[in-house]
RNA sequence: CGGGAUGUGGCCCAGUGGCUAGGGCACCUGGUUUGGGACCAGGGGAUCGGAGGUUCGAAUCCUCUCAUCCCGACCA
């Protein structure tokens, strides 16, 4: 590509709607300009790169013998009535029309389209397994996109599915899927972590995240100092511990007025107790059913970790009305003891830690104190409930703490088990001739997000530091005098022997100042810069510029290719 | 959806009731320059986000609206 002639525009001041450096570095270096609202247009440098990470998807992925195909983008409400989440996805599911008034919506994601699919192909175990994949454009209306491409509403992302005739197989496949993306992410050139994670809206209950650590990540990470513990901060375990109960030191349940004092802070403030003495009791609705939440006075409710327990596909915190038809008080009173309408009751583990604890009566402007678990209320369900913090314990192994990393989460792949092939009947004959839904997992990729990651991680104050992988180009032959005969010949002769040998080679043959392109070729990134002056073209040499550590080497006309072809290879090893 | 902020040539910004709306970057022409974002001269490009209102007069004041960004809630 002949720069004189690109359609490419580079900057030096920045829109300020560009929080992120890897939104300005893109925006700087003409990569992608904004059409709406998380929404971009690819302009010849962000594609080619795009097309570099594809392709190395590509490759990873057929290794594991997985087959690429292509789904709309339109879908039919009707699948995803099939499959209930029509009703239960939310608006970041952007619905519409068509002419004869038949729903539709934008996909957001294909569990549903591919296992229509599978199920009208699909009969017999022999033909399994399948690992089906796709790269191509999402849309999700997300509330609030942000940061350029890493939180776009439109975006590009690989989806793969797997079909198997049993969980072992499923596994198998999972494995292999998490190999890939670590190769994947590997010949990207990031510094990338695997981490437990959340499943969410997707389903299922087995799940890794792809966590590129970078300052300005989206996701908080909790790891182990000592063991390989890692997991997305709303999915880190709380260690289990064991706790003693001594009720010999018990005191009587007493109620307690405490007119107004609704906060965990009011009321600790108010009877002179420290926050982990109080029981944070809290109505839930778990899809269609309340349930009273209790956790530690000093915890946050960790909903994730509610929705994964209870299976549940909808959970959120019930509003004023129900909370008082429940306990028979205003909000703010809400406790274990004594309920007007019974309802389950699940709690943390960590309520078992100090006896004597203090809650809600039930009743508008008054507490409990001297409430003690099993001797005045009972729960149903025992689990962990509660945020994982820094510095806690690992609750794997017993030497580490956890430290806090943030992340920006550039894969993701889920163990789905049978929810769409249930709900869809993707069934198929097993061998005893029976009749078996079809076991799933599903796997994705953000493209473009994996684009700004790479940014985010690897670039210095002049501009984009490419990995050589998923460079747009991973030379730039700069003739500087172009006035001088030899260094435009030179520079056009380069410029063709490099395209000659495969490398992805831009001429910068514009009549601007040294300086100028120095610049450019820094902020675009260009791995190599190829630099040929008057002076050393003189000596029979041209320079190298690496961009990556800055060093400049004088090299032979005669030696530069072997020298670029070498660097290239050892680059991407 | 709650809180905060912003909309003035492609980008960054100035202009807070009064002449034909300014500057820098970018762009075009000519000249000088030419190894780390040059200089001089000339030039093109804006219905000041939109609609309505107040006023002799509105980028500026008022009302509504649209869009964008940040924090939160939410979300692969």
Redesign the pocket.
């Known amino acids: 590509m002949r720069l004189s002639n690109a359609f490419l525009?580079?900057?030096?001041?920045?829109?300020?709607?560009a929080?992120?450096v890897s939104h300005q570095l893109m925006f700087?270096a003409g990569m992608i300009q904004?059409l709406?609202?998380?929404?971009y247009n690819y302009l010849p440098m962000a594609l080619r790169s795009l097309r570099k990470i594809e392709a190395i998807i590509r490759e990873e992925l057929e290794k594991k013998g997985c087959q690429e195909v292509l789904m709309p983008i339109v879908q039919p409400a009707e699948l995803w009535r099939e499959s209930g989440r029509w009703d239960y996805y939310?608006a970041?599911l952007l619905r519409f029309k068509d002419r004869k008034d038949s729903d539709f919506c934008l996909g957001?994601?294909h569990e549903e389209v591919i296992t229509d699919m599978v199920r009208k192909n699909l009969k017999s175990y022999k033909q399994l397994p399948w690992n089906l994949y796709q790269i191509q454009s999402?849309f999700?209306d997300?509330?609030?996109?942000?940061?350029g491409l890493m939180?776009?509403r439109e975006?590009i992302?690989k989806d793969a599915y797997s079909f198997d005739e049993s969980v072992e197989k499923s596994m198998e496949n999972y494995q292999l899927m998490y190999e890939a993306y670590t190769d994947i992410f590997n010949r990207c050139g990031l510094k990338f972590k695997a981490v437990d994670?959340?499943?969410?809206?997707?389903g299922g209950d087995k799940?890794h995240?792809f966590q590129v650590l970078a300052e300005s990540g989206?996701?908080g990470i909790l790891s182990c100092s000592h063991c390989d513990y890692a997991a997305n901060e709303e999915k880190a375990a709380v260690k289990e511990r064991q706790f003693k109960t001594d009720s010999s030191i018990f005191t009587p349940l007493e109620e307690v007025h405490t007119p107004n004092q609704k906060s965990i802070e009011e009321v600790t403030a108010f009877l002179g107790k420290k926050p982990e003495e109080l029981i944070k009791s809290l109505v839930y609705m778990i899809d269609e059913e309340a349930v009273l939440i209790l956790v530690p006075g000093n915890k946050e409710v960790n909903?994730?970790k509610i929705q994964a327990f209870f299976n549940a596909n909808?959970?959120?915190l019930a509003d004023d009305k129900t909370v008082e038809e429940i306990t028979g008080a205003k909000t703010g009173f809400a406790g274990p003891v004594g309920l007007k309408k019974q309802i389950k009751i699940a709690a943390d583990r960590g309520i078992q830690e100090f006896p004597n604890m203090i809650c809600g009566a039930n009743k508008t402007d008054y507490h409990l104190t001297g409430v003690n678990f099993e001797r005045d209320y009972k729960v149903e369900e025992m689990g962990d409930f509660i945020h994982a913090l820094p510095g806690e314990p690992c609750p794997v192994c017993d030497e580490g703490k956890l430290e806090e990393h943030r992340g920006i989460?550039v894969?993701?792949v889920?163990y789905l088990g049978t929810k769409y092939s249930e709900s869809m009947s993707c069934n198929f004959l097993d061998r005893n001739g029976k009749q078996v839904p079809a076991v799933m997992g599903c796997y994705?990729?953000?493209v473009g997000?994996t684009l700004a990651a790479a940014i985010e991680q690897n670039h210095d104050e002049?501009?984009i530091v490419w990995p050589m992988a998923i460079a747009p180009y991973e030379v730039l032959v700069m003739p500087?005098?172009l006035?001088d005969e030899d260094v435009v010949n030179v520079g056009n002769t380069l410029y063709k022997w490099f395209m000659d040998l495969g490398i992805d080679v831009a001429i910068d043959d514009r009549?601007?100042?040294?300086?100028?392109?120095?610049?450019?070729?820094?902020?675009i990134g260009y791995p190599l810069?190829i630099?040929?002056?008057?002076?050393?073209?003189a000596e029979g040499m041209v320079?190298v510029?690496i961009r990556a550590t800055g060093e400049?080497l004088k090299i032979k006309v005669a030696e530069i290719q072997d020298w670029v072809v070498n660097f290239k290879k050892e680059a991407l090893k």
């Open positions: 525009k580079t900057m030096k001041e920045v829109p300020k709607e929080q992120v700087r904004k709406a609202s998380g929404i939310g970041e957001p994601t999402k999700r997300e509330i609030r996109p942000r940061f939180r776009g975006f992302m994670a959340a499943t969410g809206a997707i799940s995240e989206e996701d909903e994730a909808v959970v959120h989460e894969g993701q889920f994705g990729i953000g997000r002049a501009g500087l005098q006035k009549n601007e100042r040294a300086g100028f392109k120095f610049n450019d070729a820094d902020l810069q630099i040929i002056g008057s002076k050393t073209l320079e510029k400049k």
